[in-house]
């Protein structure tokens, strides 16, 4: 089982997150606005979603 060093994902994974029409936008804009690689860009992606908290756990609950 091969896994991405620092997202713990296996490479299909990777691979179907990385083909969304917005990753692909990312990647493309990262790439030019900061001069890094493809594969840099893709990287920050990565990071950023793994990152990301789910919509529920952002919600304050008043009722228990």
């Known amino acids: ?3 991405d060093s620092s997202t713990g994902l296996e490479d299909r994974d990777r691979q ?3 083909s969304s029409p917005v990753a ?3 990647v493309r804009i990262v790439t030019q606005r900061r001069g890094i690689s493809e594969a840099e860009a893709e990287q920050v992606y990565l990071d950023y979603i793994n990152r990301a908290q789910p919509a529920d756990n952002c919600r304050h ?3 228990a």
């Open 1 to 3: 089982m091969t896994r």
């Open 16 to 18: 179907r997150i990385l």
């Open 24 to 26: 692909h936008a990312f």
């Open 61 to 63: 609950r008043e009722h």
